[in-house]
């Protein structure tokens, strides 16, 4: 697992009232739709300009992600899209510092997203990133 910096940060941005949308740069290493991962970015949103990132930058499982000032050389804050093989046109979220994934264990709204260890048969890891 690489300790450097994340590169070119993939941005959220807001078209209208309640409707985001996700827009990646070509990514330098991997292909978008293919067997392949990405390299590590930073995932910013686009009103508030900071960063998704393990709190505390803490490895336990069920620790909360929060947005905070972008740094690059944070980990903590760098992420990469990881195809699922089990469910075409669905990613795994995996963190380039702790190596666990983006899970939503709990199924309400307001539900807090957390981490945890990234296990192929865990469907709360499952993100599908529509156009």
């Known amino acids: 697992m690489s300790t450097s910096g994340c590169g070119s940060p993939w941005r959220w941005s807001r078209q209208r009232r309640q409707r985001c949308s996700w827009h990646p740069p070509r990514p330098r290493s991997g292909r978008w739709r293919g067997g392949s991962t990405l390299a590590y970015q930073n995932l910013i949103n686009n009103l508030h300009h900071k960063c998704l990132a393990v709190n505390s930058a803490d490895n336990r499982n069920g620790k909360s992600l929060i947005h905070y000032d972008c740094y690059t050389d944070f980990?903590?804050?760098?992420?990469?899209?990881?195809?699922?093989?089990?469910?075409?046109?669905?990613?795994?979220?995996?963190?380039?510092?702790?190596?666990?994934?983006?899970?939503?264990?709990?199924g309400g709204n307001g539900a807090k997203v957390v981490q945890y260890d990234c296990v192929d048969g865990y469907c709360d890891q499952w993100w599908q990133v529509w156009p």
Not at 83 to 89: R, T, Y
């Open 75 to 106: 980990t903590d804050q760098c992420w990469r899209f990881e195809p699922i093989d089990a469910a075409p046109g669905y990613y795994r979220i995996r963190n380039q510092r702790t190596d666990r994934c983006v899970a939503a264990p709990d």
